[in-house]
């Protein structure tokens, strides 16, 4: 499967990630194909303001771990923990079905700028991402 349909499928596994998390607080979903491969941008918003801290989670967490006592170091390991479960989820749920590589920032085998060239050209290096399965590529505006 390729192209528009592809997209269309992503789209929705995305948007319908986004309103099991944040329910009828998810406001808005903006598709962006300005630049080298789509993405969305959305807004959060819940009917309190009182209720906004509640829809990060990570600074669930962290606000969690310093009501149990925790210190700064505690609680900001808390918050980091957090984020990585969310984007583990998104990435389990929508991104991963669709060839995209779980890129962190943990210590990893660089690769010479050449390499990259070679893979971006054969369509297995998403610039900004980073390596796909050749099997699930999403069309970007490139193609």
């Known amino acids: 499967m390729r192209g528009a349909k592809r997209l269309k499928i992503w789209q ?3 948007v319908e990630w ?5 329910g009828a607080a998810l406001r808005s979903v903006i598709m ?24 990060h989670p990570g600074h669930v967490a962290k606000r969690l771990v310093r009501a149990a006592g925790g210190d ?15 984007q583990d989820s998104y990435h389990d749920e929508v991104a991963g079905p669709f060839g ?3 890129v962190s920032s943990a210590p990893r085998k660089h690769l010479t700028t050449a390499a990259v060239r070679a893979a971006v050209a054969a369509g297995d290096w998403i610039p900004g991402v980073g390596p796909v399965r050749a099997d699930t590529r999403l069309v970007n505006k490139h193609e």
């Not at 962006?32 to 789509?38: K, L, Q, S, V």
């Not at 700064?72 to 390991?77: A, C, P, R, V």
């Open 32 to 55: 962006h194909t300005d630049e080298g491969f789509f993405h969305h941008h959305w807004i959060v918003a819940p009917d309190s303001l009182a209720l906004t801290m509640d829809m």
């Open 72 to 86: 700064t170091t505690k609680s900001n390991k808390a918050y980091c923990a957090a984020m990585r479960a969310w």
């Open 18 to 22: 986004l309103q099991r998390r944040f």
């Open 100 to 102: 995209f590589a779980r």
């Open 12 to 14: 929705r596994a995305d």
